[in-house]
């Protein structure tokens, strides 16, 4: 009798460790955006933003652990922090207004091509040969596997496959002041001035973007406002 119930709990454990295991390698569920806020990774449901208890995937890209780690296809760990957010778009906003893909890419800033891996930069300081035998040297001109010349403008980023990816300016208001970002850099509009966007809109330094079709809209303390930024030039 002893050994049947032994056996018996032999097996029950063995079950259950099956069925435990079988839960662990389930897939994170897909959620269409994180943000970290107090120490929390939000997802919306419903209408509102909840506090997920389970690793998510955001972005067919990245997956989110519950303390804000995240890696992107598998690469290095990095912490989201305070209000930043990843949107289905794959990319990274930030409090400040930036917006960045989470993928390896290349930027170009100031004139300069950034070489984005695991969300660190280093300054290209040579050339990178695209798969497709196009090569970008370090001040953003590429030179395709024809030799034709082509440059690109501040602002604009490549996947390492070569691919474009969109780029987004934005503009803020931060303590009252108007903060924008274009064309990969960061401005501070007086009051009284006024600046034109890459998709046609004008940000005014008195807190109020004036869009294409001539509407207005009124920038909210702590609120980015999106636009479209400068276009990749084909290839």
Do not use: W
């Not at 794959?90 to 917006?99: E, H, I, N, Q, R």
């Not at 040297?137 to 990816?165: C, F, H, N, P």
């Not at 009051?191 to 920038?219: E, F, H, I, N, W």
């Amino acid at each position: 009798m002893n050994t049947t119930n032994a056996i018996r709990g032999v097996i029950i454990g063995l079950c259950l460790g099956l069925h435990s295991h079988g839960l662990a390698q389930q897939p994170p569920e897909k959620v269409p955006s994180v943000t970290f806020k107090q120490g929390k990774v939000l997802v919306p449901k419903d209408g509102k933003d909840v506090e997920t208890t389970n690793e998510v995937e955001v972005a067919s890209l990245a997956a989110v652990q519950t303390n804000g780690v995240f890696t992107v296809k598998k690469g290095k760990e990095r912490q989201l922090t305070e209000g930043q957010a990843i949107g289905s778009d794959g990319m990274l906003t930030s409090p400040d207004g930036s917006v960045v893909p989470i993928v390896d890419h290349l930027a170009v800033k100031n004139g300069q091509v950034q070489l984005m891996k695991d969300g660190v930069g280093s300054v290209l300081t040579r050339e990178f040969a695209l798969p497709d035998g196009s090569r970008v040297a370090a001040d953003g001109t590429v030179r395709t596997r024809e030799g034709r010349l082509r440059r690109l403008l501040d602002g604009q980023t490549l996947k390492l496959d070569g691919t474009t990816l969109p780029v987004t300016d934005t503009a803020s208001l931060q303590g009252g002041k108007v903060l924008l970002f274009k064309d990969g850099g960061r401005i501070e509009l007086p009051r009284g001035q006024t600046m034109a966007m890459s998709d046609g809109s004008k940000v005014s330094g008195d807190g109020y973007v004036l869009k294409p079709d001539g509407t207005r809209a009124m920038l909210k303390e702590g609120e980015i406002f999106k636009m479209g930024g400068v276009s990749t030039l084909p290839r």
